[in-house]
């Protein structure tokens, strides 16, 4: 088995990232203007490298299947934005971030790169601000913090309940500023459909118009990818309807090894699916963690009296409620990592405490956040005695500045009002930690293929902690790559436009076509979407938040058996020179069907419970750890990068070994 | 519930279009409106039948991608939310609902329901930023203060989503409480204060080139607003503008 190098520089941790930027190649300004760079993707990550990249002046061509580069998924982030500021004085730093990091993803990350991305993390906080961001101020006009899942500080900065619209559109002022100075061209409506390979080097990409169904060719000396994750490969989850896989799963299919395919975030607040019709999840932010308390009834009586209507939540007094998280992990209760508090709620639904019809919920409690804000405001405005009425109406008021948003969202799915009943919550898939394999530069094993954000697979290990997508895809993209990718591009300042009428081009752009037209031209028989949520259903059912060795076989088999009946019996109305939005979700769905089988591939190799995935023959038997996922260090502390061999069934292993130097791996404990 | 829907369609952007007929069965009153609208298509797919193009993506309000004027108002009949957050129990059984593109001269119907919203774009980067490099050197964020009320407010402006319900929906199809929005945000903030008055010039003429019209202080762009962006934004605008114009 062939193993990987990371290119991880030598030295100690905290002087690796000064020192590789004090002595890596440098493309001279004069020369940066005959370079030309390619970004697939233009969420956080993809809009700040663009934006970076054309300012110092790369030629940028950026490419989004979206009308605008504000509408990626990257816009419906809520929580916040990590950074080791301190500015609370509670005892943050570098080191501390970088340690919550490792330790949240449940070791599986790659030190250097989480390191990197603790110590990069504050001048994000710093350049944000600057382009205009409005964070959130106490007042004393200084920027204000609160915490998250699997943290004791408080460092996640946050605007309202739509940070990551707040970042994202930062990052689009910034693109919208090089745009008008015409460093960047923006291709919107835009789909990238394969990479272009010429020597061995990523040289450009094959895109369809996806208003006129033109099938373009662009060339540039480097590609990026940072076209964000694969969490739709189950059909439902909080993406967006159109994230997808695509171009990472091409590069993968061009060399690009694809690394952690299984680890996937199931996220523990989500409103409950309703019905078959439905089309995705809705996230409801971990930031409501910091003042809901979850809990499901003690008593079967009452669970069932709940799902018959014949009791309301708010009935039942303070003993007959089991407050699971607190009673469980003392020291983090409702703060506990994402993954700790998913697999605790799917415990409880699974022994039949779930609070909805389909017995798939627990509720979220806002009444003591309600109770104790209301009581401090009382004192604060000097109402003595004030009724409870009065410190409701107060209480909410706070609330509702906190998270107005997120409980108007919320009354609008479930028609009941959040601030007088508990809200009803339910574990989904949420975040994909797994992506393209790159090394310490973000390149893939494309030389000049570089892959940025939640499309690699690098900072977040087995497990993403609240509020760090967002500081990741911004550290790649404004603070890490436009200096990595300079020492790849140092060579080719006499290089030379790249041309696209050459045998490269021509392959590529063939193999783009005849795939658009099979599938105008097959007569099959079944939607698209049919064949996607047969996906999801068995991703779900047997590569889900729990999984064991027989399941995940099956699922192998399963998908192959789907993936074979796409092929035959798929539908695509409208033809391939138009704008054809079943032809679109016809390529994705293709490429989830590979991507599935390889996905539980991966997780059937992974014999061990790890973040959000819990392997049912890996629990903890004895010891106050009793049930608890049991992580194997011994055998699984690497990174199962695969390479691609035709079918996922047929893909190669490699290893990358994880060290750890600067923190100890231990079980994790959150008690 | 059993619904009759009368949809534009438009084959592209040089066709002519035409309100087409069709009735759906069975709709849950949990279902999104555009989960509707999945059901419709799945109906004409599985039927042979080309499906109804619409603009949608996160499905949670905050994108701003869904566009379709629903009964003659901007994303629906309801106040405050996007057609994704728009659900069935707001009709009733046997409805007759009508479902167009957004219209406005400035935004060309691309094919059925969708719309060329780039206008929007261009706008933005006549001058929607701060020009500041990204470069890792800027000051601590924390020496720029800024009071709470205006940095409430300006995320108040910030909240826009870019839908253009505000031009669907204004009988002069101006773009005032958009470009409003923008340019309030980065008034209330001291970062931007160098160039605010090139600033709110060049968005404000190429809104204009664009073909958008003006304010004539009806309201309705407020009201239909899913994020409730308020028209003080546009007087703050144009209290911008007077003062670049001084």
Redesign the interface.
Same mark, same amino acid.
């Given at each position: 088995m062939a193993t990987l190098d990371s290119k991880v520089p030598k030295g100690p941790i905290q002087d690796k990232w000064t020192d590789y930027k004090n002595h890596i190649d440098l493309v001279n300004p004069a020369n940066k203007r005959h370079i030309d760079v390619i970004v697939v993707g233009t969420g956080l990550a993809g809009g700040s490298a663009a934006a970076t990249l054309a300012e110092l002046g790369y030629n940028v061509k950026a490419f989004a299947y979206q009308d605008s580069p504000r509408r990626a998924h990257s816009i419906a982030a809520q929580g916040g934005i990590n950074a080791a500021k301190n500015y609370q004085g509670d005892g943050d730093s570098t080191y501390r971030l970088f340690y919550d990091t490792v330790k949240g993803g449940d070791y599986r990350s790659r030190e250097a790169n989480v390191y990197r991305l603790a110590e990069v993390s504050a001048n994000i906080i710093d350049q944000c601000v600057a382009q205009g961001v409005p964070f959130a101020r106490d007042y004393g006009g200084l920027l204000d913090n609160r915490s998250f899942g699997g943290v004791l500080v408080s460092r996640t900065f946050y605007a309202k309940g739509q940070t990551g619209q707040q970042l994202l559109l930062g990052a689009y002022s910034a693109m919208n500023r090089q745009i008008a100075r015409g460093k960047i061209e923006m291709f919107n409506r835009h789909e990238m459909l394969d990479v272009v390979i010429v020597d061995g080097k990523a040289r450009g990409i094959i895109a369809r118009n996806l208003i006129t169904g033109e099938i373009e060719r662009h060339s540039a000396h480097a590609v990026v990818v940072g076209s964000g994750g694969y969490g739709n490969v189950y059909f439902l989850s909080t993406n967006a309807m159109g994230s997808n896989a695509t171009a990472a799963w091409k590069i993968h299919k061009k060399g690009a090894y694809f690394a952690n395919p299984c680890y996937t975030q199931i996220h523990p607040t989500c409103i409950p699916r309703s019905g078959d019709y439905q089309s995705k999840l809705t996230l409801m932010s971990e930031s409501l963690r910091n003042d809901g308390r979850i809990w499901v009834p003690k008593n079967m009586d009452d669970v069932m009296a709940i799902r018959e209507g014949r009791k309301k939540p708010t009935d039942l007094s303070e003993d007959e409620r089991d407050y699971y998280l607190e009673r469980r992990y003392p020291a983090f209760g409702n703060l506990v990592p994402r993954d700790v508090a998913s697999r605790a709620a799917k415990e409880r639904c699974d022994a039949g405490y779930g609070v909805n019809a389909t017995g798939e919920a627990v509720y979220l409690d806002f009444a003591s956040a309600i109770e104790r804000y209301g009581k401090e405001q009382a004192k604060i405005h000097n109402i003595s005695n004030p009724s409870k009425e009065k410190i409701t109406e107060l209480g909410e008021a706070i609330v509702e500045a906190k998270y107005g948003n997120l409980f108007q969202m919320y009354e609008k799915i479930v028609d009941q009002n959040p601030y007088k009943t508990p809200m009803m919550i339910y574990p989904a898939v949420h975040y994909t930690m797994g992506g393209i394999w790159v090394d310490y530069n973000l390149m893939t094993t494309i030389p000049g293929c570089y892959c940025i954000g939640e499309a690699n697979f690098s900072d977040h290990g087995a497990n993403r902690l609240g509020a760090s997508a967002l500081m990741q895809g911004l550290a790649d993209g404004y603070f890490v790559l436009p200096y990595t990718i300079g020492d790849y591009l140092a060579d080719d300042i006499r290089t030379g436009k790249i041309p696209t009428n050459t045998k490269e081009f021509d392959e590529a752009e063939k193999e783009v076509k005849d795939r658009i037209n099979f599938f105008v031209n097959n007569k099959g028989t079944k939607s698209v979407d049919y064949f996607h949520k047969k996906l999801g259903n068995v991703m779900w059912n047997k590569a889900g938040m729990s999984r064991n060795a027989q399941g995940l076989t099956e699922a192998m088999a399963e998908i192959k058996a789907i993936r074979e009946e796409f092929w035959k019996d798929v539908f695509v109305p409208g033809t391939a020179n138009e704008m054809n939005p079943e032809l679109e979700k016809a390529g994705r769905v293709a490429d989830f069907l590979e991507l599935g089988e390889l996905f539980a591939k991966d997780a059937l190799m992974r014999a061990e419970s790890c973040g959000g995935h819990f392997r049912e023959e890996s629990a903890e038997e004895s010891g106050p750890q009793k049930g608890e996922a049991k992580r194997d260090d011994e055998n699984f502390a690497f990174v199962a990068a695969w390479e691609y061999k035709g079918e996922p069934a047929d893909a190669v292993l490699h290893k990358e070994e994880l060290e750890f130097k600067e923190i100890e791996l231990k079980q994790r404990s959150y008690k | 519930m059993n619904l009759t829907l009368k949809i534009w369609r438009q084959?592209?952007s040089n066709a002519k279009g035409q309100m087409v007929d069709y009735k759906v069965a069975d709709i849950?009153e /949990?279902?999104?409106f555009?989960?509707m609208m999945? *059901?419709l298509n %799945?109906q004409? *797919?599985?039927s042979? %039948? %080309?499906?109804i193009?619409f603009?949608?993506?996160?499905?949670?309000? #905050?994108?701003?991608?869904c566009s379709m004027f629903i009964n003659g108002e901007p994303h629906g009949p309801?106040r405050? #939310?996007t057609t994704c !957050?728009l /659900?069935m129990?707001s009709f009733k059984d046997g409805d007759t609902i009508t479902i167009e593109p957004f219209r406005a001269a400035a935004f060309p119907v691309?094919?059925d329901l *969708?719309v060329?919203?780039?206008s929007? %774009?261009r706008i933005? !980067?006549?001058g929607?930023?701060?020009? *500041?490099?990204?470069s890792?050197n800027?000051?601590?964020?924390?020496a720029?203060?800024?009071?709470?009320h205006d940095?409430?407010e300006?995320?108040d402006a910030?909240?826009c989503?870019?839908c253009g319900a505000c031009v669907a929906t204004c009988k002069n199809s101006s773009a005032m409480l958009f470009v409003g929005a923008k340019v309030s945000?980065?008034a209330l903030?001291p !970062?931007?204060q160098v160039e605010a008055a090139d600033r709110v010039r060049n968005m404000v003429d190429q809104m204009d080139l664009e073909g958008f019209g003006n304010c004539t202080n009806t309201g309705a762009c407020e009201i239909e607003c899913p994020k409730g962006i308020s028209l003080e934004n546009i007087a703050r605008m144009n209290r911008e503008l007077m003062k670049a114009n001084i």
């Open positions: - | 084959k592209d849950s /949990h279902m999104s555009l989960e999945d *059901v %799945e004409l *797919v599985n042979g %039948e %080309e499906p193009a603009d949608h993506d996160c499905r949670e309000g #905050i994108c701003g991608t309801d405050g #939310i !957050q /659900h129990r691309i094919k *969708v060329d919203r780039t929007f %774009e933005q !980067q006549a929607g930023y701060i020009s *500041v490099n990204t890792g800027t000051q601590d964020a924390n720029i203060p800024i009071s709470k940095a409430d300006a995320m910030a909240a989503i870019g945000q980065y903030l !970062q931007g």
